[in-house]
Nanobody, 122 residues
Framework: QVQLVESGGGLVQAGGSLRLSCAAS????????MGWFRRRPGSEREFVAT????????FYADSVKGRFTIYRDNAKNTVALRMNSLKPEETAVYYC???????????????WGQGTQVTVSS
């Protein structure tokens, strides 16, 4: 079992930056790939970024590539998402999630946090 708690959401102007963080409980954090997802108003939850167990592999949704960076610290059981050049349409609840293996499909992630709201004003 892994429990995940996100933080760092808030209100930011378009073009601004935010850093989301996710703290994981348990001693097996380094055995999980971690991902960030988001749910925009009226939409399904969608993939944003994922990082492999050691942090050596990352993958991003095309819409955020070059603006978002995912990274992890296995010693601190944390994964973070640095978001730059934010757009109003990226207003959403952002979730971190954990899974065995590696991939981007929502239903393949086993553990989820409660989410943190990010609001980007125009």
């Amino acid at each position: 079992q892994v429990q995940l708690v996100e933080s760092g959401g808030g209100l930011v102007q378009a073009g601004g930056s935010l850093r989301l963080s996710c703290a994981a409980s348990g001693r097996s954090f380094s055995t999980y790939a971690m991902g960030w997802f988001r749910r925009r108003p009226g939409s399904e939850r969608e993939f944003v970024a994922t990082i492999g167990r050691s942090g050596g592999i990352t993958f991003y949704a095309d819409s955020v590539k070059g603006r978002f960076t995912i990274y992890r610290d296995n010693a601190k059981n944390t994964v973070a998402l640095r978001m730059n050049s934010l757009k109003p349409e990226e207003t959403a609840v952002y979730y971190c999630a954990a899974r065995t293996g590696f991939g981007i499909k929502t239903d393949e992630y086993d553990f989820w946090g409660q989410g943190t709201q990010v609001t980007v004003s125009s």
